[in-house]
């Protein structure tokens, strides 16, 4: 099953109950998104800079998050024209409006979580791989 068809739907969503207690922690990967911001984020460099595909395992070698984050370093994402799921977002909006916290917790890189985090203007904490921890 892919990602699209986990996406939530309005009768998916979990009804408000009047408790804003509890945080809300949110996905960026197919949660959030309709796609997965590394594989976009590779897909990017890769074009801009093919000799690039000789760095990725060597990246890798020192860590998933090195790897995340040297990729990071080296393009920007277009987090306005992301695929969100925009169902999700309006929820969300609702939420924070009531005043829950919301987290956005993603193994994704920081650089590349906080730049979707400022886009939306949602998110009151962001969790994410900071290049020497993954947070998967």
């Known amino acids: 099953m892919t990602a699209a068809h986990l996406a939530p739907t309005a009768g998916d969503l979990p009804p408000s109950d009047?408790?804003?207690?509890?945080?809300?922690?949110?996905?960026l990967d197919?949660?959030?998104l309709?796609?997965?911001s590394l594989q976009?984020?590779?897909l990017l460099l890769l074009r801009a800079s093919?000799?690039?595909?000789?760095?990725?395992?060597?990246?890798l070698a020192v860590g998933k998050?090195?790897?995340?984050?040297?990729?990071?370093n080296r393009v920007e994402l277009d987090v306005a024209s992301m695929p969100y799921h925009?169902?999700?977002?309006?929820?969300?909006?609702?939420?924070?409006?009531?005043?829950?916290?919301?987290?956005?917790?993603?193994?994704?890189?920081?650089?590349?979580?906080?730049?979707?985090?400022?886009?939306?203007?949602l998110f009151d904490e962001v969790i994410a791989s900071d290049g020497a921890v993954n947070r998967s």
Do not use: C, Q, Y
Request: charged share 30%; hydrophobic share 45%.
């Open 18 to 27: 009047g408790s804003i207690a509890v945080p809300l922690v949110i996905d």
């Open 65 to 72: 998050a090195r790897m995340k984050r040297e990729i990071a």
């Open 34 to 36: 309709r796609t997965d």
């Open 86 to 121: 925009d169902e999700l977002v309006a929820w969300i909006d609702s939420e924070r409006r009531r005043g829950r916290h919301i987290v956005l917790a993603t193994a994704a890189d920081e650089k590349v979580a906080r730049a979707v985090a400022g886009h939306l203007g």
């Open 50 to 59: 093919p000799h690039r595909a000789f760095n990725l395992p060597l990246w």
């Open 40 to 42: 976009e984020s590779t």
């Open 30 to 32: 197919g949660t959030l």
